[in-house]
Nanobody, 121 residues
Framework: VQLQASGGGLVQPGGSLRLSCAASGNIDVINVMGWYRQAPGEQRELVALHTRTGSTNYEDSVKGRFTVSRDNAKTTVYLQMNSLEPEDTAVYFC????????????????WGRGTQVTVSS
């Protein structure tokens, strides 16, 4: 499974960005997809997760501002980020876990390359 993220960039405070991450490979099902982020000098932290049944989980500081969603095939995950703040500046990593591929289940985490999000005036 490979994860390819896109959509990062530079935005002013209060602005919006939308991240996308597409999974590729011989995929039957992906149980969980989502996003983590890592700011300079900080540990990687959860931003938002989306299960294939539609449940979501958000880090407290992004609740009400960020929305995680998936496409109908459940192999692409999106992160709509509104009301962005300088504190949201980080490298954002796409994440997937619980992948069934050709009938075989793998609960290992998969990570995409990060995409930089910079919120600055």
């Amino acid at each position: 499974v490979q994860l390819q993220a896109s959509g990062g960039g530079l935005v002013q405070p209060g602005g919006s960005l939308r991240l996308s991450c597409a999974a590729s490979g011989n995929i039957d099902v992906i149980n969980v997809m989502g996003w983590y982020r890592q700011a300079p000098g900080e540990q990687r932290e959860l931003v938002a997760l989306h299960t294939r049944t539609g449940s979501t989980n958000y880090e407290d500081s992004v609740k009400g501002r960020f929305t995680v969603s998936r496409d109908n095939a459940k192999t692409t995950v999106y992160l709509q980020m509104n009301s962005l703040e300088p504190e949201d500046t980080a490298v954002y990593f796409c994440y997937a876990r619980g992948v069934t591929s050709m009938g075989s289940f793998d609960n290992s985490p998969f990570w995409g390359r990060g995409t930089q999000v910079t919120v600055s005036s």
